[in-house]
């Protein structure tokens, strides 16, 4: 949906401590290492995630891996007898729900369109699982309140039940108090909550995480034995993006890029707004690396996006990720990144975008 901005990654201070990881460390690290992840990494992590999103856990409640996808796969199958099924927010990225239906659960969507989580519904279904964006739910970016979050806690903790939280680039938020992470709103209940670090840093480092509560770590670790599970996450780059950490980098880059994503974000939603006042309306401009245009038109949202594809300009349709299909209705919305675009050609592209749009308003 969006790329990140490279310009700013701090290519020096990173090819530094690559280098030394590898002349200092290699016969070490190019061997097998912990299937969870490398010690000093999950050191940092526990510490960072407490400082800047209010999760509580030890370094051993971190396992690390090199994708998202593959994280949910061992998890779906370590939880595999605790619940039939997987409750979702509509709309929510598919990621989580299909690693989880790939293993066998089935789906239950539990909120309507854009709104929050029912807890009457969810108590209705055989789901003692929920996945949740409770920071910025995709795609639409709707925050979860307070008292949900509450609602939702008390709802797991009644049932024996768990939360798997999204968090995935909860760093870039751009307006208002920083939203704490809801593991550390609820100690006794048993919440799952998983992140990474393509967006605020590069996807090529396949470096994503998950914090498990205490109550499964030890089916875990049992599940990674009988599987034969090898450390999916180069040791290489753990170990530099440990030093990194360390070193203060890495907060240091957060707050630049957050600063940078802030401006561009602006840009973009300003820009919208003027070039499609009257016709269109941006929704919950206030995190992540894109904004939802929402429109009103008769043509198809695959049919806007394929217009303009021919002239360089990248836009996605937002249906697919609803699980009622809204296609038909008159109401279109478009997923517009911004992360990768540079700040003085983000009026160029919208200003071009209306134009070429023009003939469907």
Known sequence: MSKNDFISFPLRAWRRLLNHTLLEEYKELLYY?????????????????????????????????????LLMNYLAITMKDLSPGIAVENPCYPLIPYAFQAQGYELFP????????SIS??????????????????????????????ELLEWAKENHAYIIEDDYGGEL???????????????????????????????????????????????FRKITRRLMVELSSSRVYQRTLQRFMEQGHFEKHVRRMRNLYRKKNRKLADTLEVQFQGVGEVMNAEAGLHLILKIRTPASEQEMVDAVRPYGIRVAAATPFYSDDKSQSGEKKFIIGFGGIEL??????????????????
């Open 33 to 69: 290492g912990d299937p969870l992840g490398e010690a000093g990494l999950r050191n940092e992590l526990a510490a960072y995630l407490y400082r800047f999103r209010g999760v509580v856990c030890r370094p051993e409640q971190i396992v690390i891996g090199a994708e998202q996808h």
């Open 110 to 117: 539990v909120t309507e369109a854009d709104k929050g989580i």
């Open 121 to 150: 519904r969810l108590g209705n279904t055989d789901a003692r699982i929920v996945a949740v964006s409770p920071s910025h739910q995709f795609p639409g970016g709707r925050v979860m309140p307070f008292h949900e979050r509450l």
């Open 173 to 219: 938020r751009y307006y208002g108090q920083p939203i704490p992470a809801l593991q550390g709103l609820g100690s006794s209940a048993n919440v799952i909550y998983v992140g990474g670090f393509s967006q605020i840093l590069a996807p090529d480092l396949c470096i994503h995480y998950m914090v498990l509560p205490e109550a499964l770590l030890e089916p």
């Open 344 to 361: 003085e050609k983000i009026e160029e592209g919208i200003c071009r975008l209306r134009e070429l749009w023009s003939r469907y308003l």
